[in-house]
């Protein structure tokens, strides 16, 4: 297959083409009839009429008696009314009122007489306490008008009004074709090469929670006739049809000459990033969009195109996005040719909204389930500074924002364990960590953007932590530094220790690769001091400026065999089953400025600190040292 340069449609003409272009071909909801029981969330079709009036007699609103408001003309305080049992009848709540009265008593007015009798202290007036025909809908009133949810409370108005059964947006059918001859199902232990194929289950969720039905295929390999026979199938049978993977112009990305031998195509590549390689394709008036392969993308695709369609099709109209400004915690750097969607984290640090950018990479799904918010960068634009006023686009209520504990700084498992406790300790607080390394959380502070930055910084003048680094950059106080723990960092080696590294200035030989830190994180600045300690040089070790951002990505890379030793810490080797040398015990505290200091998530914070359930977690994970975890070490 010839190599395919792909267009590069900007976002809003794409979308607007497209949805045109189906409507043109007939693209329209369907309807279906269903028991009104079964009809919740659903879209009324058509307005939905009452059969009968509701109510559909004239009943008792009270529990008491009923009578004729006429006999009890007269009655009061000091001349009361006795009505004998024949002169009334005894009703409940719903029962229908009898030949010859007009009026309720509740029983509550009442005084009963031992003959029977009752006294009345206050005279009736004619249909009181009467429920009227119709009071609630009358025969032939419009209940619900056309393309509107229906909610349980409507379900008991449609019955009410005599209507057993409702014509409603038949919801469609979308078929998701998985494509790729190295992606096999999910299981727990994956060969490698192997990748799970999970989009689908992220995209029937999407589906589901829009009003749709997923339908998922079995997995096609790169095969174009069988590519082609699945596709054909699911056109048959379903409303929308994604063909995941095999968008881009690859040796083996058959989906675009598939969906054109099909139907047609009316852009293969949108100005967006991540999602450019998106196929917008249809069959008549059926949509089929080809959705790159990378799950970060392909949910972006969904968002931008599937979504507006599905609202179309169920009428029920998109909900306007909600916009706040933030505060942007890093730089920026961004290509002119696209629109790009940068996930964020963010909270309410002081006066200001910050955003702490995510990882950009189309395959972090991670990135999208910790995101609070998405910044669209236009096409056309480089970028934003440091400290720039943005829009972002919410994922989560401004309201949580407003009790989110923001951690931008040095990272460790334990910032995890502690958004763990504050939430299940207090239901409306939350942790949100951004890990940009121990000067990266100073600056954060420094700047106002965060509420706690973890950090471990060594002062290589007399070995100790934290102090001298935030009196340099704090002169003027106005911070406290937080004991945390201490921790063992060490030489995280491949288990069993193949490459037989048993000190520091091994990491020089041949056939050793090094997995190092960030550079500003402590971790980094740890290893660049003992590099100097030892007289070693960073060409002198294979693979010192290949960087990863915690200590569990360095880990992971170890155990994965492409990496034979990373600086790191224990609970991190431990977890993943590695071998450890120890090089130090250092001090991991929390950087805390004053303005924050009474808000309730870091007060919640430093009772966790001190809580028996953090100390017996971090012990259990190993490699800490807890002395006075949530005391104040100095204040600045």
Known sequence: MAFEYLTNAPLAQAKQEYLELLIRNGFASQTETIRVQDACGRVTAA???????????????????????????????TTPVTLQPDRFVVVDTGDPIPEGCDAVVMVEDLVKNEDGSVRLYAAAAPWQHIRQIGEDICAGEMI????????????????????????VIRRPVVGIIPTGDEIIAPIPDPKPGDIMEFNSSIFSAMLTRWGAVPHTYPIVPDNFQRIKAAVEEALAACDIVLLNAGSSAGREDYSTQVIRELGGVLYHGIAIKPGKPAILGYQGPKPVLGVPGYPVSGILVLEEFLKPLITYWNRTGMAAPVYQEAVLSRAIV???KYQEFIRVRMGRVGDKLTASPLSRGSGVVSSFMKAD?????????????????????????????EHTLVAIGSHDPLLDELADMI????????????????????????RGETHIAGIHLLDEKDGSYNAAFVR??????????????????GLMLQQGNPKNIREITDLTAPGIRYVNRQKGSGTRILMDYLC??????????????????????????????T?????GIYSAAKLYGLDFLPICMEQYDLLIPDAAWDTPMVRRLLDVLQSEMFRAKLESMGGYQLDHPGQVRERF
């Open 47 to 77: 307005a939905v009429y009452a059969h009968i009036s509701a109510p559909h007699y004239p009943a008792s609103a009270m529990d008491g008696i009923a009578l004729a408001a006429r006999i009890t003309f007269g009655a009061g305080e």
């Open 144 to 167: 619900l008008p056309s393309h509107t949810e229906i909610s349980p409370s409507a379900i008991g108005a449609i019955l009410a009004g005599g209507v057993m059964e409702v014509s």
């Open 334 to 336: 961004s290509g002119l």
């Open 373 to 401: 918010g998405i910044l669209e960068i236009p096409q056309g634009v480089e970028g934003y500074e440091a400290g720039s006023t943005v829009r972002v686009r919410m994922l989560r209520p401004v309201s949580e924002l």
């Open 423 to 446: 939430h299940r300790a207090d239901a409306e607080l939350y942790m949100s960590s951004t890990h940009v390394g121990s000067m990266g959380g100073i600056m954060a502070v420094r």
């Open 472 to 489: 340099r950059y704090f002169p003027k106080g106005g911070v406290r530094l937080v004991e945390c723990v201490g921790r063992t960092q």
């Open 532 to 561: 100097k300690k030892y007289h070693l040089t960073a060409d002198s070790i294979y693979g010192y400026d290949r960087e990863e951002f915690t200590h569990m990505s360095v880990a992971a890379q170890i155990d994965a065999g």
């Open 563 to 567: 990496g034979d030793a990373g600086m």
